[in-house]
Nanobody, 125 residues
C-alpha cells in the first residue's frame, strides 16, 4: 500500500520562508508525479504546484509562481516545496499528492491517487 509522509510546515512571519517535504512509502518501484495543494476551512483543496515524475516539468498556480519551487528530493519519489516571501494568504493545510500513471503535471485533485496527511502552514502578519 502506498502512503505519503509529509514533513515541514509551521508558523512563519509575513515574508518568511518554509520548506515542505513529501515522501512516498510502500510501492516505491513505481515513479510518481507529485503535486502540492492547500486547503482552508470551508473551501475546496486548491492547486499550488505540480511536478512530473522525472522532475523535468513543473507547474504553479498564479498566486504562488515566482515565490514557490517544487523539486525532487534527494531520495527517489520524494518532493520538496520551497516557499519564500510567504504571505498571510498562503496560510492553510498543505497536502501532497502522487499519481503513478501518465506524463506531465496535474492540477486537479481527482487526478491524484494518494494523499499525504496534511501539514499546517500559518503565515502571521
Amino acid at each position: 500500500q502506498v502512503q505519503l509522509v509529509q514533513s515541514g510546515g509551521g508558523l512563519v512571519q509575513d515574508g518568511g520562508s518554509l520548506r515542505l517535504s513529501c515522501a512516498v512509502s510502500g510501492r516505491t518501484e513505481k515513479t510518481y508525479a507529485m503535486g502540492w495543494f492547500r486547503q482552508v476551512p470551508g473551501k475546496d483543496r486548491e492547486f499550488v504546484a505540480s511536478m512530473s515524475w522525472t522532475g523535468g516539468s513543473t507547474d504553479y498556480s498564479d498566486s504562488v509562481r515566482g515565490r514557490v519551487t517544487i523539486s525532487k528530493g534527494d531520495a527517489r519519489n520524494t518532493a520538496t516545496l520551497e516557499m519564500n516571501s510567504l504571505e498571510p494568504g498562503d496560510t492553510g493545510v498543505y497536502f501532497c499528492g502522487a499519481r503513478s500513471i501518465g506524463f506531465g503535471t496535474f492540477r486537479r485533485v481527482d487526478e491524484y491517487e494518494v494523499w499525504g496527511q496534511g501539514t499546517q502552514v500559518t503565515v502571521s502578519s
